[in-house]
């Protein structure tokens, strides 16, 4: 495994101005640690889950201006793809890591998804740890910690992802760039296997929302 932690220098790569030499600094120094992890957690949620699960460099292809502000690999139950579907991300921003399950606008089963998990809202809110965070959008560095978030914001975070066309659901962890714990393969690798533990219910769930 090439994977062996992250550095300060995955995350500079994010200062470095122009698309082609910010995507080239992200092809040699971020994307191996991400096709390392992703091989390495879809063999792991195929264990998890009894079915078979692959892994999505992002490779950003669709970018002709603007460089990216992160960088990921996904793993969903398709080879095709995983836009469409509920699917696991570890990647990073220039200010820390992240490592979430997630539903973004593009997956058609939303709404189901959403009114499932209205129907388990309470045994959900228990479920998550308070350091764990929630997105409504992965475009955006920013999250809402489990510990601030009301019973009426989960609410309405439902809510649109249940009616607005763009909305998504992200829940997981966010790790500093200063966190130590980025730096150890183990530690990193043990955190993260106890992420995606915590978030596998919400993946459930949504695998019954494609479903119905």
Known sequence: MRFHGFTEEDFDVFSIEGLEPRM??????????LEDLGDHFAAWFTNKTGEEMFPHVAKHARRKVNPPDDTWVAVAHSKRGYKKLPHFQIGLFGSHVFV???VIYESPVKGT??????????????????????????????AVAQS?????????L???????????????KH????DPVLADKDQFLRKVEQTFETVLP??????QAEEK
């Open 113 to 142: 998804f959403a009114r499932l998990l209205k129907e388990q809202k309470e045994e959900l809110i228990s479920h998550i740890p308070t350091d764990f965070v929630w997105s409504a959008d992965h475009t955006k560095p920013e």
């Open 100 to 102: 979430w399950f997630a």
């Open 175 to 178: 790790f500093s760039r200063t």
């Open 158 to 172: 439902l809510d649109r992802l249940e009616t607005v066309k763009k909305a998504e659901l992200l829940c997981g």
């Open 148 to 156: 601030n978030l009301s019973d009426e914001d989960f609410a309405a």
């Open 24 to 33: 080239e600094a992200i092809k040699e120094t971020v994307r191996p640690k």
């Open 202 to 207: 919400l993946y459930r769930i949504a695998r």
